[in-house]
């Protein structure tokens, strides 16, 4: 644990077990059969290759969870309105990761636009509600979303909890289901990195997909002969929809999902609402 940094992910913690491995091997407290199991179950849990960003393959649905405030509540064992209280102190909640997706190599002229397919969808499979999604996507080039952290503390410690966005180059405001970014609202460059993230405060706990396309025009044909269709991905078949962290799996991280999801968002939600009660209570007049 003293090896880790001040903000690691899993990936970090599983490549210093497996040095303190190394280590144990070279002193003759570990066996090599010992260490490649300390590695196995690494694996197995899908530590190994879990950063802070999942990448999306062009034209193909990637889905996810994405906790909400009435789920966090009831897991808290709180009987007040968390998602209100928590939509008045202005919290967001962001996915646990970021997106992330490559412009292809192509002259720039082709880059035409990248294209954002978000479909939301409740958990419990009931129709949602007006006001119950509020959502933004954000982006951002060659670095992840920056995102500001609130401070709570629970439990004899202190936990941080990123509530908004810091630092992005891109926010579309909304439920933006689709989403069509061209140069002139994000410098396209071929080659580069972006971002994807989405910042919610949806009342249910939510599943969501999504599909990124990027569009190029198609090149100039030397001779005339038949228009050439605008290269982009492959539709997405949203009936083979997998799951973000079973689709990462298969490149190594991120593989293990919790069983209750948003169960530790749930604790550190309600210590938000309680904190931001104990807030008014002491700024309210006092007649």
């Not at 405001?173 to 990195?193: D, H, M, Q, S």
């Not at 962290?245 to 298969?250: D, H, N, T, Y």
């Amino acid at each position: 644990l003293g090896r880790l940094s001040d903000s690691p992910t899993f990936d970090e913690l599983a490549q210093r077990i497996l040095d303190a491995t190394a280590d144990a091997v070279a002193r003759g407290d570990v066996t090599a059969d010992e260490a490649a199991a300390v590695r196995g179950h690494l694996e197995v849990r899908g530590l190994i290759g879990c950063g802070r960003d999942i990448a999306l393959v062009d034209g193909e649905p990637l889905r996810s969870h994405m906790p909400g405030a009435e789920t966090a509540a009831q897991l808290a064992g709180s009987d007040g309105d968390l998602c209100d209280v928590l939509r008045i102190m202005g919290v967001q909640i962001p996915l646990a990761f970021a997106y992330r997706t490559t412009a292809p190599d192509v002259d720039a002229s082709r880059l035409e636009a990248l294209t954002v397919d978000i479909a939301f969808a409740r958990a419990d499979g009931r129709p949602t509600g007006d006001g119950e999604l509020q959502y933004q996507l954000l982006v951002r080039r060659d670095e992840p979303v920056g995102l500001e952290v609130l401070t709570i503390p629970f439990g004899g410690q202190e936990f941080q909890l990123p509530i908004r966005a810091a630092a992005s180059d891109l926010a579309v405001e909304g439920e933006p289901t689709a989403v069509r970014i061209t140069p002139a609202e994000l410098a396209l460059e071929p080659g580069r990195t972006y971002y994807l993230n989405l910042l919610a405060l949806n009342c249910p706990l939510t599943t969501h997909s999504v599909t990124v396309r990027w569009i190029v025009t198609p090149e100039v044909a030397a001779e005339p002969g038949p228009e050439a269709s605008a290269e982009s991905g492959p539709e997405g078949d949203t009936d083979g929809i997998e799951d973000a962290g079973a689709i990462q799996a298969e490149g190594g991280g991120c593989g293990a999902a919790p069983s209750t999801p948003g169960a530790a968002l749930a604790l550190l939600l309600a210590g938000a609402m309680r904190a931001a009660r104990r807030r008014r209570s002491d700024i309210a007049p006092r007649l």
